[in-house]
């Protein structure tokens, strides 16, 4: 009771800590998974062509801010597009090789022969 004989009710008020919430910037869209796409488009083109298409897709998904959709298909179109670079590599070097053997056997034919 106070000194007027009212009856006096002690509260005791806690203020919880705020929570600030930082904005960051947005990701920056990498247009190397793009570009190895291309490249890969060239090379072999039944991994480039899907590694096109998940890329660009990647980008749709990165304009609505859906960030964790855009990593996984930037990863998807990334390993595609290296698969794809790599697989035509190879078969372009196996061309190579088969044309210098089929020129070293047509030789020794004409060596053969006369």
């Known amino acids: 009771m106070d000194y007027k004989g009212h009856h006096q009710d002690h509260h005791v008020t806690v203020q919880q800590p705020q929570q600030f919430v930082v904005a960051s910037e947005k990701e920056p869209f990498h247009v190397c998974t793009l570009v190895a796409s291309v490249i890969a488009v060239c090379c072999c083109s039944l991994c480039g062509f899907p590694a096109m298409v998940i890329s660009l897709m990647s980008y749709s998904d990165h304009s609505v801010n859906d ?7 930037k990863g998807t ?38």
């Open 77 to 114: 179109a990334c390993c595609l597009a290296v698969a794809g670079i790599v697989i035509g590599s190879l078969g372009i070097a196996l061309l190579i090789v088969l044309q210098i053997t089929m020129g070293v056997l047509v030789a020794q034919g004409f060596q053969n022969a006369g």
């Open 67 to 73: 960030i964790g959709r855009y990593r996984s298909k």
